[in-house]
């Protein structure tokens, strides 16, 4: 936050020589939690130098992981947080924020303008999606996916909310009905909270015929489960994925 009592900079200019040797960035002092997602984008979090980051106090549990963050240990407690990727494998997974081009995401429906999706695919076995609201008042947003990009098959797919103990980032667990032509729930979303959800089912056409190869998936991959140039395996195949939903749309620019 550009104050007085930094001179006017922001602490990532004020850092820059040593951003070549951190890990995790920790944004903390002055910022307001409350202000607009580009600003969370831009400011408080570390994506824009590739790195993952804190939040200081509690922070906001929804906002934060839209950008990758959680709470810092000695202010709040992370650990519902971090329950929750081990408990999805995020280490194995492929973070596609509403930022990218083509995410596999989207929230629609009035008023649902500042509402935010980002996805941690793991393609063809799961995703965790984390669902925040910049919005004033609580909205109904429809929540569509992109079930080709996520190599999930959306007739057998789940969506549910997993319990989540805590204060700062309580929330009850609760099922939601895919239902429809498109498979598509629609949320109710709390002002200033959100949703951590994640999307389980079986696996799309593009992973069976895979496994329809010679080798299979593990024989191209080998067992370390790496894909090409050392990509781990499903990011290679969501990044894939991603290209081929693209190219189908008629996208111009489709990496």
Same mark, same amino acid.
């Given at each position: ?9 922001? #602490? ?20 307001d ?5 580009e ?7 570390g ?24 709470? =810092? ?6 650990? #519902?947080? +971090?329950?929750? +990727? ?10 596609i924020?509403? +930022?990218? #081009? ?19 695919v =793991?393609?063809? =076995? ?10 004033? &008042? ?15 098959? #959306?007739?057998l797919?789940?969506? =549910? ?13 609760a ?7 498109n ?34 998936? &593990? ?12 990509v781990?395996?499903?990011?290679a ?17 489709c990496?």
């Open positions: 936050m550009l104050t007085d009592q930094y001179g006017k900079v922001s #602490p990532a200019l004020q850092f820059m020589h040593l951003l070549a040797y951190v890990d995790t960035l920790w944004f903390g002092e002055g910022y939690y409350n202000e607009s997602p600003y969370w984008l831009v400011e408080v979090s994506l824009p130098f590739g790195l993952m980051g804190d939040m200081m106090r509690e922070g906001n549990a929804w906002r934060g992981m839209v950008y990758g963050m959680s709470s =810092r240990f000695r202010g709040a407690d992370p650990s #519902p947080i +971090w329950d929750l +990727w081990d408990v999805f494998g995020i280490e194995n997974a492929t973070m924020g509403y +930022w990218q #081009p083509d995410p596999p995401t989207a929230l629609t429906g009035e008023g649902c303008g500042e509402v935010r999706a980002t996805t941690y =793991r393609y063809g =076995r799961s995703a965790l999606i984390a669902i925040a609201s910049w919005e004033h &008042e609580p909205v109904s947003c429809r929540l569509a996916f992109d079930y080709t990009s996520l190599g999930i098959r #959306p007739s797919a789940k969506l =549910r909310a997993p319990h989540l103990r805590g204060g700062h980032v309580g929330q009850a667990a099922d939601f009905a895919l239902e429809g032509p498979y598509a729930p629609t949320l109710h979303v709390p002002s200033g909270r959100g949703w951590l959800l994640m999307l389980e089912g079986g696996a799309g056409e593009m992973v069976e015929a895979e496994h329809d190869q010679p080798g299979g998936r &593990e024989g191209r991959e080998g067992r370390g489960g790496r894909g090409p140039l050392g781990p395996g499903e990011a195949h969501a990044a894939a994925a991603r290209r081929q939903a693209c190219r189908a749309r008629g996208g111009a620019h990496q």
